[in-house]
């Protein structure tokens, strides 16, 4: 049975098969059409999920999409009438239902087939479903509290719910105009951060300020009785004017969020040519405060609800990576698993796991702790490339590459490190990283003038090997999607300068032997000779999405001050 999962009319479409409840392949669109969280229809992650599974769209039995036009619809209706919201959002909401009511049409011009062709049976699976589907079927419990939590998805922002064997139950829901990842999102543009997905830009600046407007801040977000939250509708423009996304060439663009009544209470907005004063910092140190306040509460409440002590997160806010961070040590909860695409991409995945789990009553495979299942390329297809843009290059065995890579570190080097199938989701995990040596203080200025030139507030992660998480963190947990920020102990810091950021943290990558053993091999050999047993990881782009193929990272080495790069054990040093 062949399961094709789409993610599709929205940010980070994406599309993954299963084969009879085994994840085969799965992908972004934004890796082939070079545009960050490209929306619309995902018809060159679909061509290529079918070329690796050897399969054409008429071997498919099941299409699901992580979008349901009925859902909720009765409230949408309400909602409506109530706000009067604005002609243009409603037309531009109607256009999107036709278009997701139009899957098999879309396939055959994507594939060139005709539709009739195309006998799967089309799903339509409730977006939070999907995240929640997506973390709970592919957790290592049987049974799990699950929180799923994002801007909006079929009328909703958050979800409840407990997943037991492979039956998801849904507890309770916030609907429309109420949601922490609009109320983020919000602020985020406030602070002069305008493009779709620059949440992460104030949770790397956060920890330059202090908390100080979170009671300011009380009024716009409130806890309520029931375990959740609501917002303070005068602050933002959605309740009235809809949440009005557009995709002009598959780039999403979210209108502005904020009111004028938000602007008289917290002063003029920056743009984000501004520089940044303290009240900036200070006031994203605040929505950062209270955003994890509101997910502890929640979770403090859903734990009372249901005393399970094991929590699946998902949704936008689930790439909190600061918030998960403490989740363990702020509610009751036990034990957490966080799935490597928790954002939009990743309800590819769950729609075709609730479906096969949930609706086919199918039992449940291994968890889900290998995110590697994109694009991959053989030595001799990369040698190919190299011969024919005649690039010096070096083929080595695995000693002479970890060899050769931790000497290039060790001399302030700057490594592309190019292995095996390309991750899914945001996080490079050592298959399409840039790596850089943790015991520089200099390293964020390299990699900046080098290759990343961004923002000099965000911080460069650690990957480290999992058996010395204890040893450099405050926190043991496995972090395999670098999903977490943990503190990293005192005495540690001044040995790993480069990914310790402002605060003392680290957003950690525990690299396992059992799941990417060349990756570790690599780092071990870094610890034999410094004896740390950390590298800086990044992603390998340079402010584009993550490269795909070889040619995309020979471009950017070529583009770039990089010094090294490596695809699989071919190595090419800058001349």
């Known amino acids: 049975m ?20 085994e994840l085969i392949v799965a992908s972004e669109e934004e890796r082939f059409r070079r545009i960050k969280h490209w929306a619309g229809f995902p018809s060159e992650a679909i061509k290529f999920c079918l070329n690796e599974a050897q399969i054409s769209i008429k071997d498919v039995v099941h299409i699901t999409l992580s979008r349901d036009p009925n859902a909720n619809v009765t409230r949408k209706m309400l909602h409506l009438v109530k706000k009067g919201v604005s002609l243009g959002n409603l037309i531009d909401r109607i256009q999107n239902r036709n278009k997701i009511s139009s899957v098999k049409l879309q396939l055959a011009e994507a594939l060139g087939v005709e539709e009739k062709e195309i006998k799967a049976e089309i799903h339509n ?23 799923s939590v994002d801007g909006f998805g079929d009328f909703t922002s958050t979800m409840i719910g407990v997943g037991k064997g492979n ?47 979170v009671d300011k801040l009380k009024d716009v977000i409130k806890f309520t009785e029931n375990g959740f939250f609501s917002l ?58 209270i955003t994890e306040d509101v997910i502890f509460y929640m979770l403090d409440h859903l734990h009372k609800q249901t005393s399970i002590d094991n929590i699946c997160i998902t949704g936008g806010v689930a790439q909190n990576s600061v918030a998960n961070g403490k989740i363990l040590s702020s509610t009751p909860f036990k034990k957490i698993y966080i799935p490597p695409a928790g954002h939009d991409a990743g309800t590819s ?9 949930h609706l086919l009553d199918q039992p449940r495979t291994l968890p889900m702790y290998n995110p590697y299942t994109g694009s991959k390329y053989t030595v001799d297809v990369i040698e190919q490339l190299l011969l ?24 302030g080097g700057v490594v592309g490190w190019f292995q095996g199938r390309a991750e899914f989701g945001p996080r ?16 964020k200025e390299i990699l900046n003038l080098k290759i990343k030139r961004r923002e000099s507030f965000r911080p460069f992660a650690p990957s480290i090997l999992k058996e010395y998480v204890s040893e450099y963190f405050e926190q043991v947990d496995d972090v395999p999607f670098m999903e977490k920020v943990f503190l990293i102990k005192q005495d540690k810091r001044k040995d790993i300068p480069a990914v310790t950021h402002v605060d003392g943290t680290g957003r950690l990558q525990s690299v396992d032997k059992n799941v990417e053993p060349k990756y570790y091999n690599l780092i071990n050999e870094f610890k034999n000779k ?14 584009e999405p993550i490269v795909n193929s070889p040619q995309q990272a020979l471009d950017c080495f070529l583009r770039t001050k990089m010094d090294m790069l490596v695809m699989e054990n071919i190595l090419i040093k800058r001349d």
């Open 2 to 21: 062949y399961i094709l999962g789409l993610n599709a009319f929205h940010g980070d479409s994406s599309a993954c098969i299963y084969k009879n409840g």
């Open 125 to 147: 699976i409730e977006h939070h479903r999907s995240h929640m589907a997506s973390a709970f079927f592919a957790s290592p419990f049987e049974e799990s509290a699950i929180l």
């Open 167 to 213: 039956k998801i139950e849904v507890l309770d829901s916030v609907t429309y105009p109420h949601s922490l990842g609009i109320f983020y999102t919000t602020f985020t543009q406030f602070l002069g951060f305008p493009y779709y997905g620059d949440e992460y830009k104030v949770m790397g600046l956060a920890p330059y300020g202090k908390p100080l407007y």
């Open 232 to 289: 303070n509708e005068k602050y933002f423009l959605h309740p009235t004017q809809g949440v009005k996304m557009s995709w002009e060439d598959g780039i999403p663009d979210i209108d502005k969020l904020y009111s004028p009544y938000l602007i008289a209470k917290f002063g003029n907005p920056r743009h984000k040519e501004d520089s940044l004063t303290d009240e900036h910092r200070n006031l994203a140190a605040s929505v950062q405060k």
């Open 349 to 357: 995945i769950g729609s075709a796991l609730y479906l096969y789990n």
């Open 388 to 411: 024919k843009h005649k690039i010096v290059y070096k083929r080595l065995n695995d000693a002479e590459l970890y060899d050769q890579v931790t000497n290039c570190l060790i001399e």
């Open 428 to 443: 490079a995990l050592g298959h399409r990283s840039i790596l850089a040596d943790p015991r520089r203080n200099d390293v």
């Open 530 to 543: 410094t004896g740390i047993p950390v590298l800086v990881n990044t992603s390998f782009n340079e402010n």
